[in-house]
Each structure stands twice: as structure tokens, then as C-alpha cells.
T-cell receptor, first 117, second 112 residues
Framework: DADVTQTPRNRITKTGKRIMLECSQT?????MYWYRQDPGLGLRLIYY???????NKGEISDGYSVSRQAQAKFSLSLESAIPNQTALYFC????????????????FGPGTRLTVL | GQNIDQPTEMTATEGAIVQINCTYQ??????LFWYQQHAGEAPTFLSY????GLEEKGRFSSFLSRSKGYSYLLLKELQMKDSASYLC?????????????FGKGTMLLVSP
């Protein structure tokens, strides 16, 4: 079984709809992240969470919100989707540097391809 | 802020050696990562450098010079499956949080 899973893997929706992307991990990591990837722009950080009670905005948080329901679950919501949010979305996890052997290396889920029409 | 530069594309021949460079500017450097990403797939971790020098892992090696803000990823004995995008990412420690900033990636095409 994959350590980091994302659902759905593909989603097509319409402008104005509310969308939730979900991420689950079995790695036991404290830290979780949401990125989007666009051609020519690379990976950009949307939100990150270093533990269940910690939520932080990344580089491009406008139009997005997140919820950390448990150590293993981190969901990303688009309250009112717009076409320029069409992208490939990745969830990632990492172990804190203080953890056993931890280097804070990030491990990525398989991605969700979102299309907003 | 950070600025990370790497070439957009490179081509090489099967069996050859290729070096992918990455330069960066950051105020709170706390490590550099290289990832491999095949089209439409997740980035996968290749290497991590936090001290100056060379780290070797099989056919892949990564070098870091903190004073020069420079790293490279060296791929030896290239195989067709090495055709992918290679992402350089710098970890920056500011305000107690460490996050990664990614370069735009270098697309490597390996030809027979």
C-alpha cells in the first residue's frame, strides 16, 4: 500500500463549485503539505501543517483553505473554484528533524489532476 | 525570498554522464534536495545535501557548495528510464519554520 494517498486522482468541475481534495498518510509523519504544479512554474506551496493544531499559509494560499483532521489526514478545499486553479495538486509529508533519523525529507502522494471549466 | 535557477532542458545519450546544475540565493539555507519526476507522476526523493561536498548514491551523486550557492546532480551510465524532470529544492529556515522552495525543474531527455 502507498504511504501517501490522495483522492480523487482526477476531477473535472465547473467554475464556482466547492471542491475538496483529500490526503492520507501511513508514514507517521507530523508534517504535511499541499502544493500545486503548473507547466513552466514548478511546484508552489499552498499550505502546510507541522502538527494537528498548526496551519500555515504558503506562497499561494489565496482561494484555498485546509483542514488537518488528524495526524494522518490533511485536506485542501477550493471554496469557489475558478479556471486558473486548474493544475496538478500534490500532497507531501515529512518527518520533523528532531525525529529519529529525521531529515525533514518530503515524500509526495501521487497527485490529483484538477480541471476547472 | 529565494531564487533558484536550473537549466530548462538538457539532452544526453544512453550510457553517458550528465551534470545538472542548480544555483540558489537564500537567507537561511538549511539543506538542498534533488527530486526526480516522471511526466504526470509524483516527485521522488533522490538526494539531500546540507554540508559542502559530494554525496554518492549508486549512479547518482549530488554536490553542494554553500559559499557559492551552487549544487549539481551527476547522473552516470544514463539509461532511457532516466528521462524525467529533475527538481532542485532549497530548504530555508525563517521564523522557526523550514519549508522547501522548488526550482522549475530541468527536463532531461536521454536518447539511444
Amino acid at each position: 500500500d502507498a504511504d501517501v494517498t490522495q483522492t480523487p486522482r482526477n476531477r473535472i468541475t465547473k467554475t464556482g463549485k466547492r471542491i475538496m481534495l483529500e490526503c492520507s498518510q501511513t508514514k507517521g509523519h507530523d508534517r504535511m503539505y499541499w502544493y500545486r504544479q503548473d507547466p513552466g512554474l514548478g511546484l508552489r506551496l499552498i499550505y502546510y501543517s507541522f502538527d494537528v493544531k498548526d496551519i500555515n499559509k504558503g506562497e499561494i494560499s489565496d482561494g484555498y483553505s485546509v483542514s488537518r483532521q488528524a495526524q494522518a489526514k490533511f485536506s485542501l478545499s477550493l471554496e469557489s473554484a475558478i479556471p486558473n486553479q486548474t493544475a496538478l495538486y500534490f500532497c507531501a509529508t515529512s518527518d520533523s528533524p528532531g525525529g529519529e533519523g529525521g531529515t525533514d525529507t518530503q515524500y509526495f502522494g501521487p497527485g490529483t489532476r484538477l480541471t476547472v471549466l | 525570498g529565494q531564487n533558484i535557477d536550473q537549466p530548462t532542458e538538457m539532452t544526453a545519450t544512453e550510457g553517458a554522464i550528465v551534470q545538472i546544475n542548480c544555483t540558489y540565493q537564500t537567507s537561511g539555507f538549511n539543506g538542498l534536495f534533488w527530486y526526480q519526476q516522471h511526466a504526470g507522476e509524483a516527485p521522488t526523493f533522490l538526494s539531500y545535501n546540507v554540508l559542502d561536498g559530494l554525496e554518492e548514491k549508486g549512479r547518482f551523486s549530488s554536490f553542494l557548495s554553500r559559499s557559492k550557492g551552487y549544487s549539481y546532480l551527476l547522473l552516470k551510465e544514463l539509461q532511457m528510464k532516466d528521462s524525467a524532470s529533475y527538481l532542485c529544492a532549497v530548504r530555508d529556515r525563517n521564523s522557526g519554520y523550514s519549508t522547501l522552495t522548488f526550482g522549475k525543474g530541468t527536463m532531461l531527455l536521454v536518447s539511444p
